[in-house]
Structures are given as C-alpha cells and as structure tokens.
C-alpha cells in the first residue's frame, strides 16, 4: 500500500458531534439563512474585561515567552486558594496544573492514569469528548445507560454493578452535567464515592459548570467526601463562567504523583499552556467579579425558566427543569415517535427545513432526546421554540 494513512486508534476517533452541528449551522448562516445556533455550549457574553485586560498587559509587558510546563508557580498557587476559597477543597500548589482548557486536562489526567485495556466508566447522558478520550489514552469506554426517570442521576448501585460487571478501574463523573444540567444532592455524591473506595475506582470529576447552579442546588465535588481526595482527579476553571472559552485555560488538580505525571506529559505535547492566557487566568481566580456572576446567572435562569414553560407547552416535548451549567435536555420520544423519525433524523430535518441547530440526543448516548444551550439571547430561544413549534404543527 502506498501513501500516507491515519493509524487505527486515530480511526477509532470520531469528529465531536457538537461542533460538527455549529459548523453545518455556520455554513448555512454564510450562505445567507436566517439560522438559528443552539448547539455550542458557549456563553454569549465576552470574556469581562478586567480579565481580558490583565491579557492585554501581559503582551505590552513581553511576558510573552515560555513558563514552566505546569504553569507559572504564581496561578498555581492562585488555583489552590481558588479551590480551597470556592470548593472547600485543599490542595497546595503542587497538586494544582495549568493546562490548556478543561479538555487538554481530560486528557493528561487520563493519559497519566489508565493502563491499555482499562474499562472507564462514563455515565450516560455524557459530554460527547469522554469515549474519545479514553480510547486515546488506550482504554475502553463503557457507558452506563441513562438514568432517565431518575432524573439523570444514577442510583450508586447500577455503578457498583457495572464496575463489577466490567472490572472497571475508573469513572468519570460530570456534575453539574452537560447534556443534562443534572446536580446531585450530596449524598447521592458520597454514594457514588463509596462504591468508588469499596472497588477500588479513580474518579475524574469534570466541574467545569460548578458555578453555574439554580434552584438551591449546591456543587459538592466528589474530592471532597470521605474517601474521595486521594483517588479524585478534578478539572475546573472560567472557561464557562467567565467566557475563557478561546482561552484556553483550566486547572487539573489531585494527588501530588498524578499531577506530576500529567505535568510530564503536558512538558512533552504542549509545552506549557498559553503564558497571555495564564495572566488572564490568574485575574480570574483573585477577583472573582460576583456582580458579572450574578448578572450572567440572572439572564441565564431567566432564558432556563422560559424554555421550561414554552417547550412544555408544545406537544410531544418535555423539559424537566435542569439545575445546573446552560443546557436543556429536551425529551422528544414522543415527537420522533409521532413524526416516524430517529432523533438524528429529526435534528437534521430541524436544520435543514426550519434552520434551527440543536444536538440529537444521540451524540450523547441518549436516544429520543435533544439538546440546546440556551447560552444565547432571548429573541435566538423565542425563534428557537417558535420553528420547534413549526416543525411539530407541519404535515
Ligand atoms: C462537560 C465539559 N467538559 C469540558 C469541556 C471543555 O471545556 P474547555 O473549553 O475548557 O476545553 C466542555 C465544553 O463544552 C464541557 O461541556
């Protein structure tokens, strides 16, 4: 054979779901179409500016020039303050990295620790990089059906017996969820860190929409439960809360051997992350902007309770309030039932014929079901149900 070919693991690496929707959405838009883009979990705020700013100074200063691969020592002790200050979770300076976005932390810390052939637990619905990640660092994603009538949230058990079942060596958990908005109380948190202990689990914690909560829910990490900080690996930042999307900035903290390793790795594929970005991040973490906070949250559960009322109203749609980060997992089984049609087939008919881009259920493992980020203005969500409700009346 001749030429150049990609190598099997690469092949077993699927394009992400969600971006393929925005890019399709944003070619349509080029080409003159009024559409309407609900897939990208971006919020529709800038990033505020006394952060950016901080961004803007370290150019004109030239501190432009390599840092430390972990990270300068500076934020990573700002990040121990920051998770100790936030979370009540204590970590020093050594136990926190700097890495370039929440999914370049997925990676080095699944890198660090799974062997070839390790089973990974993914809990569905699941943000749509975890199967990927894992089969990049080797291992074997297996994914524990949605715990629909549950309201997203496991019952410990089914994890202990797929843990069992598949001899499984780590989990990844995802609270507040993205497709979901799902949040745990805290002892369905300790539960699931429980059934971790008794087998032996690692668990990696993606936060990222930690700060982003309604309705009284409250974020616990499973680091800090009994048992949970020395197998517990976390990932958070501003990526969501403050718009460092384009960034490129997150934290992966955990015990000091992993952390290490991960900071050895990251030494050999990227160096160090972005030196602009990390004085941005460093703005973040010691000024936290409450106001912008509470500004953001208000818009954001404003936009959350609208589509609760309006997409209930429309036949063959349910939407069960989320709790947490920007999304709502739409239930449209009896839609895709009435219309003869699978949910792919129903987001792609949505696209095409009423220019509306949200996420089939399906990129999530949750067949039947749709989501969209109503990380957006209110008159994009308001032309949002209206073609949702366009599509439901037509023949
Ligand atoms: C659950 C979850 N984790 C990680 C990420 C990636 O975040 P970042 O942009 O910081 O890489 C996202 C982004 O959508 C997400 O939803």
């Known amino acids: 054979m001749t ?28 080409s003159g179409l009024d559409v309407v883009s609900l897939g990208a979990g971006e919020p529709d705020f800038p990033t505020p500016p006394s952060i950016a700013a901080s961004g803007i100074r370290a150019i004109e200063r030239g501190n432009t020039r390599y840092t430390p691969a972990p990270g300068v020592p500076e934020l990573r002790a700002a990040g121990a303050r920051w998770f100790g200050d936030t979370f009540g979770l204590r970590y020093t300076q050594d136990e ?10 997925l990676h080095m810390a699944l890198d660090a620790v799974v062997e070839p052939g390790d089973a990974v637990l993914i809990l569905a619905p699941y943000w749509v990089s975890y199967p990927a990640l894992v089969r990049m660092a080797d291992g074997e994603p297996v994914i524990v059906p949605a715990a629909i009538e549950r309201g997203f949230i496991h019952d410990a058990a089914t994890i202990d017996a797929a843990a069992r079942q598949h001899r499984a060596k780590g989990v990844i958990l995802n609270w507040p969820n993205n497709p979901s908005g799902a949040v745990p109380e805290p002892d369905q948190v300790r539960a699931v860190v429980d059934v971790a202990v008794q087998r032996g689990l690692w668990i990696l914690s993606d936060e990222i929409y930690a700060t982003l909560l309604y309705d009284g829910a409250r974020h616990v990490s499973p680091a800090a439960m009994p048992g949970g900080s020395d197998r517990t690996m976390v990932v958070n930042g501003f990526t969501k809360s403050h718009t460092l999307t384009g960034w490129r900035t997150s ?15 990251q030494s050999q594929v990227l160096g160090n992350p972005c030196t602009i970005s990390q004085a941005a991040m460093l703005t973040a973490c010691e000024q936290p902007l409450p106001q912008e906070h509470d500004t953001r949250m208000a818009a954001f559960d404003q936009r959350r309770r609208y589509l609760v009322a309006e997409l209930n109203k429309i036949p063959g749609v349910r939407l069960v309030a989320p709790r947490g980060a920007f999304y709502a997992l739409i239930d449209i089984r009896e839609l895709c039932a009435k219309k003869g049609l699978d949910d792919v087939a129903l987001c792609e008919r949505l696209l095409d014929q009423h220019h509306l881009a949200i996420v089939p259920g399906s990129a999530f493992a949750i ?28 023949k």
Do not use: H
């Open 96 to 105: 926190v990295m700097v890495t370039a976005g929440a999914k370049a932390a």
């Open 367 to 394: 067949p039947g079901f749709a989501r969209l980020s109503y990380a957006a203005a209110m008159d994009q969500l308001q032309k949002a149900v209206q073609r949702l409700r366009a599509f439901v009346e037509s």
């Open 3 to 30: 030429g150049l070919l990609p190598n099997a693991r690469s092949r077993r690496i699927e394009e992400s779901a969600t971006l393929a929707i925005s890019a399709k959405a944003a070619r349509l838009k080029a």
């Open 251 to 265: 934290f992966l903290a955990g015990p000091r051997a992993v952390i290490d390793a991960a900071c050895r790795i």
